[in-house]
């Protein structure tokens, strides 16, 4: 029972942590840099479950070797090809976060939320 | 090539934003002739699709040739189809009048900027038409990384605007893709049609409860429901005036398409936890009409009170949705389509004001009926039919939502549309009183050089949106009878 | 950024490893079918080498890319992949349908390989010049100062 | 607000926690996502792409239309790197956010 536990599900509630961390460390921090770390930490997670979805028990990389197509040979591969897609993504936004910042820091100086809303908003 | 329209769509906006910045490079004319072609041929076909779809039921397309569930299919439906004509109307009118705002910039900025309003306008109908989940998903981070750079444009203050929001549009964005692939989970799926067969038999498994938390929560994270709607009023308020109207008008629609298609077409069941959430939905959707209703009185900056406005306006679509009977529903569509047209045509309204007399204030509305008679008048349709007069379109809208809270029995929502639209009308009398009634104690200060009130290329589309509010209103009978009973769920043929 | 940390040292191995980056590159981009690969890999495998030459010789490198014609390139790289979407409509077929490719083979699987073969270049030259656009992007601050 | 926040995320995760009972258990070969739609991938892809790579067949070929999308994210990084990068008279002294207002 247990030992099922540990082996079979205790990922679901370890990805769940990892997501729940990304998005209080988002909503907690002042700092606008540590904010975009967290949301990567977050976007991770995603990308954690879905390669937990292809994971198959005595299954390879699926790349066919020699010409043997059995199903139970190889692990899922579409789990694999939509990630990649996320992590672009993620990576896109992230590049494009960061150019963002650099602009905030050039003007105001800083990236600290509370400082920045506050002289906005005189 | 007839049989290819639902493609087209997508792929010509898609291939011409991918070629403007070189097209830019050799002329900044062309490239803006380039865009308004490619979003035109959008437009043409997908009318020619809706009109299809209408005609000889709900058109299938397969990328690559490859059936669904293991390829990607496009799926026309009277739903998808009045959404993608809508995005489309509002791009085209929106790209035209963006043309005196670009002014300065050099050829690569040019170049740059329609390219991304092309690939927001691809976004969001890739959105519309697509059925399949994780399509969407791309087609929503290619809309909203389109949306952060087209707000961050709009100046210093904008930036942060942007960043708050690429944060929080992330974390939208995130539950979503979490939330498909729970449901990937337990079907194995990610085609819409696939899951809709799948998800009933098991429609009391935790799973399903959960995506169907983390659909709300993301979806209504992107849409600025009430008390997710913390992003929004700054986003809107510094973003690029040239591009605001789109991206206020339509860009928080989709994601209120998405809640219909995916709470009424794929996770169906009569019990389960879509009913209660919907139910939430709709409470909290009651509350931010009035919130944003309140809030938006307070504001001294015409494009604020505009963006407050918006997270009422969408307050009543949920409301819609979550009534969900056919008159509700019906309802709730209608107000899609008349809110972009009126939201965008205000955000024209303040694009053209400023760009004549450099003001956003409200104070500074005044005596602006004789200087710009024709900016004014449009505003003045869009205002009435935002508190929802009768001859105009944001009535209909309204009374069919009464009409389906009644025979629902649901009297609170009554209520908050009603008080709603009294507090619409306080505030936007208050302009109409300054542009039609008030002296200017300063003359204005006048930027214009023609004898025109603006460039030609902005009046227009602030007259046609302006009209299309009354031609709306008055064909609002056709509308619903030969449109929109069939997009709403149970009335496909 | 702009005058680059050249020193005899640096050069050196620059000339070595460049070569040898860019081979692999092109490497990872046509082995992408049999192996762990592919378009987005080898585009970064690619930017490497332009921003070695960027960080040692400085902008005045001898291979160097323009932040703005690079950003034109990525546009044409991405067009590439949308453009083979796009003949295969003209061919008589769906969107991407690689199968309707006018290309003569004696298994009508390999023109699936051809047409992936043709994107994955696409995505290559569309990651490359983006990265190279990005950091061209984000060392221009200096000029200013 | 932290407390708020905070409170929030508790429910959250407990309601993460209480819905892997009805998750698949890791490497189950019968599980929906192994048993649904990916055979198809693994037995015909070969067959029908003639490529070893199925990872490569599934993003290039079977689900492309995903990849242009994504390519082009790539590519609109790009651009609004360089816009917002550019619109930015950086070091001109301004008052306070007085561009927009």
Redesign the interface.
Known sequence: MIQ?FL???L???LI??L??LG??G???NNN?MK??MA?NI??VA?IL??L????????T????IG?D?N????I???????M???I??S???T??????????Q???GEIEEDD??R??N? | MREQLPALIVVVPLLAALASPLVAYFSTTLVRWLSIAAILVAHLSSIGSLVHALTQGTWHYHFGGWAPPWGIEYVIDPLGGVMAVLISFVSLVVVVYSGPFLKEYDWLKKGIYYALFTLLTTGLLGMVVTGDVFNFYVFLEVSSLTGYALIAAGGNRATVAAFRYLLIGTIGASFYLLGIGYLYAITGSLNMADLAEKIPLIIDSPVVLLAVVMFVVGLGTKMALFPLHGWQPDAYTYSHPAAAALIAGVMAKVPAYAVLRFFFFIIVGSTGPVQSALEVMGWLAAAGIIVGSIMAIAQKDFRRMLAYSSVAQIGYIVVGLAIGNTFGLIGAMLHFINHAIMKSCLFLVAGGVKFRTGEHAIEKYAELSRKMPLTMGAFLIAALSMVGLPPTAGFFSKWYLVLGALEAGKWPYVVVIIISSLLNAVYFFRIIENAYMKKASPPLADKASSTLELPLQMLVPIVVLGLGILVLGIFNEQLVSQVLQYAIPGGGR | MNRGFGSIVLDTSFRVLVPFTLVYGIYVLVHGEYSPGGGFQAGALLAVGVVLARLVQGREAAFNIKGTTALIVAGIGTFIYGAIGFSTILFGGKFLEYGKLPFKVHDPAELHALGMLGIEIGVTICVMATIVGILDALTRGEDLS | MKKISLLLIIIMAGMYFYAAVGLPLIGDANSAPNTHVAPRYIEKSYEETASPNMVTAVLADYRGYDTLGETTVIFIAGLATFLILSTAPSKKKEEEGGDNK
């Open positions: 099922e082996a079979g599900s990922i679901y509630w769940a942590i997501f729940l998005i209080y988002i909503l907690d606008f904010k975009l949301m977050m976007q995603v479950f879905f937990v979805l292809g994971q198959k028990s005595g299954g990389l699926p790349i066919m010409h197509n199903v139970d040979l190889y899922n591969p579409l789990p694999h090809a939509l990649l897609t996320a672009v993504v990576l896109s936004t590049g494009v976060a960061l150019a963002l910042l650099m602009r905030i050039d003007h105001y920045i809303l002289r906005m005189k």
